[in-house]
């Protein structure tokens, strides 16, 4: 931390406050990129003087935030952390769905206090479905294992470094006070204003892209309209001019050949009959098609829906299963306390 310090006085070592600065409006617009880009920031602080404050500022901005213990493996093992909180989640569809209510008293009051417990150490990253893509850290010295985690998974590390501290593992120290909470909301409240006007200048973004996107769907819809009434407009100008050509009548011009074409339309008419009768029976046979068809579909819905109703009761036959398998794990917990109140 020696380029960081200013002066040594009675033993105390003094920031310099001039790269403090530098330093805090360096990190503030990376986080701000950051939370630009619609990625989340996971802001740690397990101290005492911290928790209060990360967990009230962040909260609002919606990022995810650890105030309890750290809990080890949280990235590198980050696939067992989602399975606690989507168990946190399965205990929750029990309570709507209804089955808690046939569990016994003490079962629901063992579950009722898991669930407690997976909400104060998980609840606040219970959004995080995956790696974040940054971490801010209150004293690197108390978490040297989330730092290590960071640095392993070469997740970018933003974090408050006090003199008794190392920055070099840490992508972008703030040299501060982590130990006076007027400090602690003093960075908190820096940083977390510009992850907000990132957040806002993306929901900006994102609303002018819809905007013109629309415009342009709407110019699309309006050329489309134009043309489809340029080529009707075309189309009733070419009428028009064809029946002022055909004005004059063609018997006029030729009498003698429309007289013969008459009475070659009249010898061709006559066995008209046999062909109306030929129609009338290719008619009767499509219609036996329809109706064999209609009848094969209808045997094909009946089927869907006993394959349908099969699957259904398979599910409700899984559902009871996993009850039964969750009573069951409830009861091997229980006889391993008493075995373990024995041992005691």
Do not use: C
């Not at 559902?319 to 069951?328: D, I, Q, S």
Request: hydrophobic share 35%; glycine share 4%.
């Amino acid at each position: 931390m020696a380029p960081y310090i200013f002066m040594e006085k009675n033993g105390i070592h003094i920031i310099d406050l001039i790269k403090t600065e530098i330093k805090l409006i360096e990190a503030a617009s990376a986080m701000k990129q950051i939370a630009k880009s619609g990625r989340k920031i996971l802001f740690v602080a397990t101290k005492k003087q911290a928790k209060d404050i990360v967990a009230e500022k962040v909260k609002a901005i919606n990022m995810p935030y650890v105030t309890e213990r750290w809990p080890g493996g949280m990235l590198t093992n980050f696939p067992t952390i989602r399975k606690a909180v989507k168990k946190m989640s399965a205990i929750d569809k029990m309570n709507a769905d209804g089955t808690f209510n046939h569990l016994s008293k003490r079962e629901r009051l063992q579950i009722t206090r898991q669930r407690a417990k997976l909400e104060k150490n998980l609840g606040s990253i219970a959004d995080l479905t995956r790696l974040p893509a940054a971490m801010f850290i209150v004293d690197v010295h108390k978490e040297y294992i989330a730092v290590r985690e960071a640095n392993r998974l070469n997740i970018p590390v933003f974090a408050m470094v006090d003199t008794n501290s190392d920055p070099r593992d840490i992508d972008f120290p703030i040299p501060s006070n982590d130990d006076a909470s007027k400090s602690i909301a003093l960075l908190i409240n820096y940083v977390t204003d510009a992850v907000a006007e990132g957040l806002s200048e993306r929901k900006m973004e994102k609303e002018k892209e819809a905007k013109d996107s629309k415009a342009k769907s709407e110019q699309k819809a309006i050329e489309k309209a134009q043309a489809e009434k340029e080529a009707e407009e075309a189309k009733i100008a070419k009428e028009a001019s064809g029946k002022e050509k055909g004005d004059q009548p063609k018997d006029s011009v030729h009498p003698g050949k429309n007289v013969e074409k008459r009475e070659r339309t009249r010898i061709e008419k006559r066995p008209q009959s046999q062909g109306q009768n030929q129609k009338t029976k290719t008619a009767k046979e499509e219609q036996a098609k329809v109706e064999s068809a209609t009848e094969g579909t209808e045997a094909k819905i009946a089927e869907e829906k006993v394959k349908k109703d099969e699957a259904e009761k398979k599910e409700e036959k899984a559902a009871v299963k996993e009850v039964k398998e969750e009573k069951a794990a409830v009861k091997e917990e229980k006889t391993e306390e008493k075995k373990e109140e024995k041992t005691d």
